[in-house]
């Protein structure tokens, strides 16, 4: 059985805890590997071997830092397919989404090669008399990530390109059920120039997390998961006086007016609720259709659509349109919720969970479902399913459609199709959601804006990647200096006559 240790100081090193946890295929079912947990002292010697070499890091130029991003995102095009697998073996992703998940990570990276522009401070001449006034941008030390199981590439990429690139040395605990794509990123990363330790990788469970919030060395925490636990690590980093970003769940919306174009919106909502088996934090879950007509007219659309979605392993080809989801566990969870939204009174109308795959009996994979006539009393609509499931909350109006997602809990993102523009302009403006889409399903922000929701979906006051993440991964000094005159006379050879 292979057993997957961390990188440290520039090489994989194997495991000394004697703790382990399963890896799994998630479409077998079977034990693909053995991964290493660290131990207590096994994440100090790391964190203390990276306080060391982030020092010299932060004294080298950020042009020379910013070559190694660019040495890096080469590297990774020329084994984007190598990591496409590496995601796919382990997290269950067909081939193409998993080629999505790391291109949306390198282009992160590609942002970073701009880092010195983004590092410049501030200043001002003569601010007071003699005086000059400037502000500089500095690395905050040595910082951690903690990422989740379904982005193995592009949330890491998110998190390592700019607090690298703002001459940080970071610690980054990948999830424990998808660990081996954070690996290989780091090995290219050795290969791009980066210096021994400047990135450590280690593999662990809450313990890892506790010993990176508590760890006094450790100055600021990037975290993407659920919300429960986005709020404890916020909270209890904040405590300790570090600086922190969590980002949790979501359940985002798409209202869908009667003027919009219905096959568009359908389409829409195929791929931005059932792709990747709906394990995305942007996935649309709900579809607010307005008006009767617009939604009998949308679940007629979206029926056969879903008839035709094809579910299996990634080995199958890349016309699968999702893999299974991530555990057992999970996949019991979403059933649990189905049923639950039958036993409410929700009307399913595409039923998922009978679904079974010849050859994988084992595996994790839950069938398409579609709900209507969801109500914000249900199970099914306050909680993030986080599986293959879209659920049809019908209103009356756009006013109520609209007050139904800001009454929710969460605001990672959300979405309108319409025709109109006045609608579409008044929806960006009031609705209290962190990211917005017009005729857009998934509004995940280009790389050099930034990502964040609001509400119960983020916690801390900056977001990820773009202009943000260099305002987190940095702290501003600002310097007042004042130079006395008459230096610059020179020295007087003559004596000088008293005042």
Known sequence: MKEIGHWINGKMVAGTSGRFADVFNPATGEVQAKLALASVEELEYAINEAAKAQVKWAATNPQRRARVMMKFASLINENMDKLA?????????????????????????????????????????????????????????????????????????????????????????????????????????????????????????????????????????????????????YGRAATNGKRAQCFGGAKNHMIIMPDANLDMAADALIGAGYGAAGERCMAISVAVPVGKETADRLIAKLVPKIEKLKVGPYTAGDDVDYGPVITQQAKDRILGLINSGVDEGAKLVCDGRDFKLQGYENGYFVGPSLFDEVTPEMEIYKQEIFGPVLSVVRQDSYEDALQLIMDNDYGNGTAIYTADGDTARDFASRV??????????????????????????????????????FKFYTKTKTVTARWFSGIKDGAALNFKAMD
């Open 432 to 469: 209290n959601v962190g990211m917005v889409g017009i005729n857009f399903p998934i509004p995940v922000p280009l790389s050099y804006y930034s990502f964040g929701g609001w509400k119960k979906s983020a916690f801390g006051d900056l977001n990820q990647y773009g202009p943000d993440a």
């Open 85 to 233: 697998e590496l995601v796919s073996i382990e997290h269950g992703k067909t081939l193409p989404d998993a080629r999505g998940d790391v291109q949306r990570g390198l282009e992160v990276v590609e942002v970073c090669q701009g880092a010195p522009a983004m590092l410049k401070g501030e200043y001002t001449d003569n601010a007071g008399p003699g005086i000059d006034l400037y502000a500089m941008r500095q690395p905050l030390g040595v910082v951690a990530g903690i990422t989740p199981f379904n982005f193995p590439a592009m949330i890491p990429l998110w998190k390592m390109a700019p607090a690298l690139s703002c001459g940080n040395a970071m610690i980054l605990k990948p999830s424990e059920r998808c660990p081996s794509t954070s690996l290989l990123l780091a090995e290219l990363l050795q290969q791009a120039g980066l210096p021994d330790g400047v990135l450590q990788v280690i593999n662990g469970d809450k313990l890892a997390v506790d010993t990176l919030i508590d760890n006094e060395t450790i100055q600021g925490i990037g975290f993407v998961g659920s919300t429960p636990i986005a709020q404890y690590i």
